[in-house]
């Protein structure tokens, strides 16, 4: 196999083992009930804010990666069944790929050399029924507790980051510094790179072609720091295209560390609360679809200030 730089890093930072040769929920060990009470001291005005894109046809997928947007059909309105006494009944469906929108990345979405996280060989995805070990509904209950918000993009002095833009471990500590905060053990780290106001709002052409992110070093950083799980606004968390392998932050911290990685979080709102007043840790939950077999899963993230 070649040796890429991401595969040294890889066995570096590896928590194969850490929590036991079974083990399927990776760095969401990290959360514990001890963890979530402690992290409700985040809470302070109760404001909620929710953290996803819509779930429809507006989405950026363009059939990339075999991806279309969600599309939702009505299978009852209220003129199909209607009883004697008034009452009308609406039933729809959706047919989407589970990573087309806001979602999680589970542990079987990337391996590498034959195998994912905790050595678990690359045929437990299987063509039918999906995946038998580290499927995305292994790592319930989700993510539950404190989490950062740093605002990289805001502190370049612009919109969002360019394409191609690596956001480094002087970056990430550079917003902490701005922000007052320090991230640790449990903590869900969210770096707004503004690419998804870029699409938003200057629509989804080439979008899907790079993107600004994390670069491959801050594998590290995350690793020491004991973070349960990282999620970006952009739509593959690390900057793409990237300079060693295909994908090596995923490859690093899905099958090396364990960790589950949000993509194309919505972070507008609460980065201009965070502004207005200077508090830039809340308390977050995100927890994936009980679907059995998956790779990922659709999330619907809420932030409490």
């Known amino acids: 196999m070649t040796e890429y730089a991401f595969k ?3 066995r570096k930072v590896s928590n194969w083992g850490r929590w036991g040769d079974d083990d399927e929920k990776g760095t969401l060990n990290y959360v514990t009930p001890d963890t979530v009470k402690q992290a409700l001291s985040a809470i302070r005005t109760g404001e909620r804010y929710e953290l996803s894109i819509p779930v429809g046809d507006s989405g950026p997928q363009t059939g990339w990666m075999k991806r279309i947007n969600p599309v939702h059909t009505m299978s009852v309105t209220p003129y199909d069944l209607t009883g004697p006494d008034g009452v009308a009944i609406s039933d729809d469906f959706i047919t989407m790929p589970l990573q087309s929108g806001t979602q999680l990345d589970g542990l079987t979405h990337v391996g590498y050399d034959g195998a ?9 995805m299987t063509p039918g029924s999906g995946a038998t070990r580290n499927a995305v509904d292994a790592t319930l209950p ?18 969002w980051l360019a394409a191609g833009r690596a956001v480094t471990v002087a970056d990430l500590e550079r917003a902490e510094e701005a922000a007052g905060v320090r991230l640790g053990t449990a903590d869900a780290l969210l770096v707004r790179t503004g690419w998804l106001r870029k699409g938003l709002t200057q629509g989804w052409q080439g979008w899907l072609e790079e993107e600004p992110g994390l670069a491959p070093e801050c594998a590290e950083w995350i690793h ?3 973070l349960a799980m990282v999620a970006c606004d952009n739509w593959g968390v690390e900057v793409l295209p990237a300079s060693d392998g295909m994908v090596p ?3 690093v911290l899905i099958r090396d560390m364990g960790m589950m990685l949000g993509e194309m979080w919505n972070l507008e709102d609460l980065a201009e609360a965070c502004r ?5 840790d809340f308390f977050l939950t995100a927890t994936a679809l009980r679907i059995t077999g998956g790779a990922g899963s ?5 932030a409490i200030r």
């Not at 994912?116 to 437990?124: C, K």
């Not at 989700?142 to 919109?159: H, I, P, Q």
């Open 224 to 226: 020491e720091r004991e």
């Open 249 to 251: 932050l995923h490859a």
């Open 298 to 302: 659709p999330v619907s993230p809420v």
């Open 276 to 280: 207005a007043d200077g508090t830039w």
């Open 8 to 10: 040294k890093t890889g």
């Open 142 to 159: 989700g993510f539950a507790g404190r989490a950062v918000l740093l605002d990289v993009a805001s502190l370049d002095g612009g919109e």
């Open 116 to 124: 994912f996280y905790n050595g678990v060989p690359l045929d437990a």
